[in-house]
């Protein structure tokens, strides 16, 4: 083989090897920011990973919401119509929270399946809830208890 050929080669197999290291490195970053939807059904079943960073919603169960004022926590339900499940929060909840309203969390699930979560979206208006969480409540015929529509939501 010539120099000029073995050098040739030198630089494409480098070029080949930083592309793979691109490629290699982008995927990676992609993976840890995807945050899945999972509906309370999912979670109870044990679909959702545990440890993982997901998205839960559904609509705040009636009666569930129980507060501790001296360190801000608060543990709710959220129901799909068919599962509900157990969704802590560490510190202030959005103005427009409430009991029967729809929410998206984003958090863990930890071992005993309660979602431990880091963030918490309420509906800006009475029209919008997400379109995951729509999907799930008409999949458990809970839709036609809370009517739906599109605006926007607020943390």
């Known amino acids: 083989m010539n120099p000029v050929r073995k050098k040739r080669l030198y630089i494409v197999l480098a070029i080949l090897a930083g592309v793979g290291i691109a490629v290699a490195l982008a995927l990676s970053a992609l993976q840890q920011n995807i945050n899945l939807f999972y ?8 679909e959702a990973p545990e440890g993982t960073r997901i998205r839960a919603g559904g609509l705040v169960e009636e009666g ?3 507060r501790d004022r001296e360190s801000l926590a608060v543990d ?3 129901t799909d119509g068919a599962e509900t499940v157990t969704i802590r929060f560490q510190g202030i909840l959005p103005d427009l929270f409430r009991e029967g309203q729809g929410i998206v969390a984003l958090g863990r699930v930890n071992e005993e399946g309660i979602l431990v979560a880091d963030e918490v979206l309420a509906k ?3 029209n919008y809830m997400p379109p995951e969480v729509t999907q799930a ?3 458990s015929g809970m839709m036609k208890h809370y009517e739906g529509g599109k605006q926007g939501y607020a943390k």
């Open 39 to 46: 509906t309370p059904t999912q979670i109870a079943r044990g």
């Open 64 to 66: 569930s919401v129980k």
């Open 76 to 78: 709710f339900r959220v």
């Open 124 to 126: 800006h208006d009475e």
């Open 137 to 139: 409540l008409e999949q």
